[in-house]
């Protein structure tokens, strides 16, 4: 009986530790399942700014862009910091500025201009020459089919206008690659308008960066750029008055609703605080 009793007694022990053992080796297994499962959460609220933020491209080292479908002088201008001016008058493109596709752009240079007289050398031939044009040189290494032609308002700017109603969130900075211009908070759905009369000389997302990009040519001096749209409401050579809605306000990441906005002025990102009217 008393060997009966012993062995009762070191059976329920044996069932009890196998029972704490158990519990203790299922608690292991959920909490190493925990910590496991914490290296799968995303890291809500983050946002790789610098992968994304509008900045000006490098000068490719062949100091030449091969035009793509969509571009216009401007947006290539635009996208490399440069006036539009000066990269007509190296490429030899006289206003309204045509373009066409795989059309080669040159970046930087200037043109060579002859200081010697040439002598004219009359041909004996019945069939008259037809001179060459620079829109001619314009086509050479490209289709027939023009991308773009735009015509600029030659008006000074009068007075300019806030683009949407809001607080600036991010100011303008030209030091490095932080942003060219500033980021302003808006209001759901709100419509972005024009700070000036002017004339759309781009209209698209083609430019990396700046998501849905509206670039409107005040004047020969100035143009403004409205980026991070949800939805473009004009099309390019449409003429816009100060006011006008351009598009529908976006954002950038979880940075919602948001305008980016930039002033140019002869090509060269300036403060729009300076052009802006105060608040």
């Given at each position: 009986?008393?060997?009966?009793?012993?062995?009762?007694?070191?059976?329920?022990?044996?069932?009890?530790?196998?029972?704490?053992?158990?519990?203790?080796?299922?608690?292991?297994?959920?909490?190493?399942?925990?910590?496991?499962?914490?290296?799968?959460?995303?890291?809500?609220?983050?946002?790789?700014?610098?992968?994304?933020?509008?900045?000006?491209?490098?000068?490719?080292?062949?100091?030449?862009?091969?035009?793509?479908?969509?571009?216009?002088?401007?947006?290539?201008?635009?996208?490399?910091?440069?006036?539009?001016?000066?990269?007509?008058?190296?490429?030899?493109?006289?206003?309204?500025?045509?373009?066409?596709?795989?059309?080669?752009?040159?970046?930087?240079?200037?043109?060579?201009?002859?200081?010697?007289?040439?002598?004219?050398?009359?041909?004996?031939?019945?069939?008259?020459?037809?001179?060459?044009?620079?829109?001619?040189?314009?086509?050479?290494?490209?289709?027939?089919?023009?991308?773009?032609?735009?015509?600029?308002?030659?008006?000074?700017?009068?007075?300019?206008?806030?683009?949407?109603?809001?607080?600036?969130?991010?100011?303008?900075?030209?030091?490095?690659?932080?942003?060219?211009?500033?980021?302003?908070?808006?209001?759901?759905?709100?419509?972005?308008?024009?700070?000036?009369?002017?004339?759309?000389v781009y209209a698209g997302n083609g430019l990396i960066g700046y998501g849905n990009l509206v670039i409107v040519k005040h004047n020969e001096v100035y143009l403004s750029a409205y980026a991070y749209?949800?939805?473009?409401?004009?099309?390019?050579?449409?003429?816009?008055?100060?006011?006008?809605?351009?598009?529908?306000?976006?954002?950038?990441?979880?940075?919602?609703?948001?305008?980016?906005?930039?002033?140019?002025?002869?090509?060269?990102?300036?403060?729009?605080?300076?052009?802006?009217?105060?608040?």
């Amino acid at each position: 009986m008393q060997i009966v009793g012993q062995m009762r007694i070191a059976y329920k022990i044996s069932k009890l530790l196998t029972h704490k053992l158990s519990g203790a080796l299922m608690l292991c297994l959920v909490l190493s399942g925990c910590a496991s499962d914490s290296f799968h959460y995303s890291n809500v609220g983050s946002f790789d700014h610098s992968s994304s933020s509008p900045r000006t491209k490098p000068m490719p080292s062949s100091g030449v862009y091969r035009v793509d479908s969509g571009d216009t002088l401007f947006s290539i201008a635009f996208s490399y910091g440069l006036d539009y001016r000066h990269v007509a008058e190296i490429n030899n493109i006289p206003a309204p500025y045509t373009i066409y596709p795989n059309q080669k752009i040159r970046l930087k240079g200037s043109i060579k201009r002859s200081t010697t007289p040439t002598k004219t050398v009359a041909k004996k031939t019945s069939t008259p020459q037809k001179p060459v044009t620079k829109n001619a040189i314009a086509k050479v290494n490209s289709s027939s089919k023009p991308v773009s032609t735009v015509k600029i308002p030659d008006k000074k700017v009068s007075s300019w206008r806030w683009p949407i109603s809001g607080s600036v969130t991010r100011g303008f900075s030209s030091a490095g690659v932080s942003s060219k211009g500033i980021d302003i908070r808006g209001k759901d759905a709100e419509h972005v308008k024009a700070v000036a009369d002017g004339i759309v000389v781009y209209a698209g997302n083609g430019l990396i960066g700046y998501g849905n990009l509206v670039i409107v040519k005040h004047n020969e001096v100035y143009l403004s750029a409205y980026a991070y749209n949800e939805r473009i409401l004009v099309k390019e050579k449409q003429s816009v008055r100060s006011g006008d809605s351009l598009a529908i306000i976006g954002g950038k990441g979880t940075e919602k609703p948001l305008l980016h906005f930039e002033v140019r002025r002869d090509g060269q990102p300036i403060d729009p605080l300076k052009v802006l009217p105060k608040k």
